[in-house]
């Protein structure tokens, strides 16, 4: 078992870009959920989704973040464009019928 | 807002003496609790939980309080060792809210040698 995968690990970008995060969820869990970290929230839920199906967004912080589940063993998370204020690390997370999460190891994204 | 709160964000302890670590809560829907622990350039990794219907759950050096009416919970490590060096994130389940868990903003527990 691989865990879960983020990737990239850090992506240094520059405000007005794209950036694209990406997730593979653990096989077999059914739940995937896109957190954000920050030292004055602690980790924030941005998207949740359950069987592929966005169940909640409302984390989301702007028109300018968005996020798929094409299948069940894929997810990404766009911001577009990126801002400064958008620098944080960003953690997928997996679970099977609400159970535990398994975390990944979290993208680092710096916004310049 | 913040429904989970960890008002400290730091704690510094010695080694072999108790590491107390607190989280308040403000909705009184969530069935359960639980702490993760996140050491740096990984993701964090489940330590202990605790039903809503319990008051204590222990596991080895690591023990977890609940006091429902204050809506407070805390985490013990005894005795404190080098390795619990890390943060600790408390975080919430509602109840028949699809599994979905609120954190708290985390305290970095130091233990020094």
């Known amino acids: 078992d691989a865990g879960v995968i983020q990737s990239p690990r850090h992506e240094v970008t520059e405000m007005g870009q794209e950036v694209t995060l990406r997730c593979k969820p653990i096989?077999?869990?059914?739940?995937l959920f896109w957190y954000r970290q920050t030292m004055m929230r602690g980790l924030e839920l941005l998207i949740y989704?359950?069987?592929?199906?966005?169940?909640?967004d409302s984390g989301m912080p702007e028109d300018r973040f968005s996020a798929k589940m094409p299948n069940a063993s894929f997810s990404t998370l766009k911001i577009q464009p990126s801002e400064p204020r958008d620098s944080a690390v960003y953690f997928c997370?997996?679970?099977?019928?609400?159970?535990?999460?398994?975390f990944g190891s979290g993208t680092r994204l710096t916004v310049v | 807002d913040q429904q989970v709160k960890q008002n400290s964000p730091s704690l510094s302890v010695q080694e072999g003496r108790i590491s107390i670590l607190n989280c308040d809560y403000t909705?009184?829907?969530?069935?359960?609790f639980l702490w993760y622990k996140k050491y740096p350039a990984e993701g964090p990794t489940f330590l202990i939980s605790?039903?809503?219907?319990?008051d204590k759950n222990e596991d080895g050096r690591f023990t977890v309080f609940l006091n429902k009416s204050a809506k407070h919970l805390s985490l013990h490590i005894v005795p404190s060792q080098p390795g619990d060096s890390a943060v600790y994130f408390c975080?919430?389940?509602?109840?028949?809210?699809?599994?979905?868990?609120?954190f708290g903003q985390g305290t970095e527990l130091s233990v020094k040698p």
């Open positions: 096989s077999g869990h059914n739940s």
């Open positions: 605790i039903s809503s219907i319990k």
């Open positions: 975080a919430a389940r509602e109840y028949n809210q699809g599994g979905k868990l609120i």
């Open positions: 989704f359950n069987n592929n199906v966005p169940i909640d």
């Open positions: 997370a997996s679970s099977r019928n609400a159970g535990g999460y398994t």
């Open positions: 909705n009184s829907m969530f069935d359960y």
